[in-house]
């Protein structure tokens, strides 16, 4: 089936750093979605992608839908302490229904105050 | 407030046991999906729905069965826990409605330990 490589696996910065991650595909998505998960809770949708080339933004976030259709990144700028937590990158291939949504293994993020 | 309800929080169950894992949504959305989450393996999916009265196997669905009786609910059976099965469970809905693409919405999730 489909997979996405997720990296970095883990990053530890300071605050006030700006954080870059990214996601890789053999195969191509049409869609492709970024997630946060605070402890103890479920992911929340930070950013959606639909269009190859698309660059949206959510306040200090800013993703990037891959030319090729194979990856995507997303940017945190100036990190802030609430920023911890685990990102996952999540895409969706040609097949029409929600239960082809392929996720990352996620991106653990902690920054030091 | 609208979302998505999980029950219970957590739980500790004897392997052997069967175990019903609840989630109830509000927001009328047409598909539903159960996930498990694993250290250093994401989320993987077990069962889904994509309407009342259907569902299909995700990537993981041995050890598991779902129902779709209704739009609302979609439990989650394990009827005879493995400790393999120690894992968080995460429900989730979507709105395909509104086209295939509709990102998901996740309920805080159920963590299981089998012992």
């Known amino acids: 089936g489909q997979q996405l490589n997720q990296s970095p696996q883990s990053m530890f910065i300071q605050e006030g750093e700006d954080v870059s991650m990214n996601c890789t595909s053999s195969s191509i998505f049409n869609t492709w979605l970024w997630y946060k998960q605070d402890p103890g809770e479920g992911p929340v949708l930070l950013i959606a992608l639909y269009k190859a080339g698309e660059l949206t933004s959510n306040g200090r976030l800013t993703a990037q839908f891959g030319i090729t259709r194979k990856d995507s990144f997303l940017n945190i700028s100036a990190s802030i302490p609430s920023d911890v937590g685990i990102y996952f990158c999540?895409?969706?291939?040609?097949?029409?229904?929600?239960?082809?949504?392929?996720f990352g293994e996620g991106t653990q993020l902690t920054v030091n105050p | 407030i609208a979302g998505i309800t999980q029950a219970p929080t957590s739980q500790i169950l004897a392997a052997g046991r069967r175990m019903t894992l609840r989630c109830t949504q509000d927001m009328r959305h047409n598909a539903m999906y159960w996930y498990r989450q694993d250290l250093g393996l994401g989320l993987r999916l077990i069962h889904y729905?994509?309407?009342?009265?259907?569902?299909g196997k995700g990537e993981v669905p041995d050890g598991y069965s779902v129902s779709r009786a209704n739009t609302d609910d979609f439990p989650l059976t394990l009827a005879s826990a493995v400790p393999s099965q120690t894992s968080v469970y995460f429900c989730?809905?979507?709105?395909?409605?509104?086209?295939?693409?509709?990102?998901?919405?996740f309920g805080n999730g159920t963590r299981l330990t089998v012992t």
């Open positions: 729905s994509n309407t009342a009265g259907t569902t």
């Open positions: 999540a895409g969706l291939g040609r097949e029409t229904s929600g239960s082809r949504l392929t």
């Open positions: 989730a809905s979507s709105d395909t409605s509104k086209g295939s693409n509709s990102p998901l919405h």
